[in-house]
């Protein structure tokens, strides 16, 4: 009985699936996008090749993708395309394996909320964006 009522309420599971995913990454991408100096020089005290690209490309997927997604636009294809995204930054930046406490486990924490996140948009990708969201209609 719980099922079917859960089922009854897919769509609106899926839109708030969509605002929980990408609320991080639209407020996180607003502040690198109006940031971008810091941002580009945050990258290059990692030793990131192309930090002012890696800004750029930072800013695209954080925060234009991450509204096209909560939005629901291309939504599939873009979801896939994040999941890369977020693996990349997991390994690039939050190798927590070269650290030493506490930034080992301050690092690990962000690796594995990276994992997880990577874990959520592959449902996303697979189930679609649901009947709320310009996909849908």
């Known amino acids: 009985m719980r099922y079917s009522l859960l089922e009854n309420q897919r769509n609106e599971i899926i839109l708030l699936a969509r605002v929980l995913l990408m609320i991080l990454f639209v407020l996180s991408g607003w502040g690198k996008l109006t940031g971008f100096a810091g941002t580009t020089a945050y990258l ?3 030793g990131t090749p192309a930090p002012m690209l ?7 997927m954080e925060f234009f993708v991450a509204i096209l997604i909560l939005v629901g636009f291309y939504t599939r294809p873009l979801a896939f ?3 890369l995204f977020t693996l990349g930054t ?6 927590f394996w070269t650290m030493a406490e506490p930034e ?13 996140i990577a874990g959520g948009l592959l ?7 649901g009947k709320y969201s310009i996909d849908g209609r």
């Open 81 to 83: 395309l994040f999941v």
């Open 54 to 60: 890696a800004a750029a490309i930072a800013v695209l």
């Open 104 to 116: 080992r486990a301050a690092n690990m924490t962000q690796f594995f909320k990276n994992l997880s």
């Open 44 to 46: 290059e005290s990692l």
């Open 90 to 95: 997991a390994v690039i930046g939050h190798d």
């Open 123 to 129: 449902l996303l990708g697979l189930t679609g964006p």
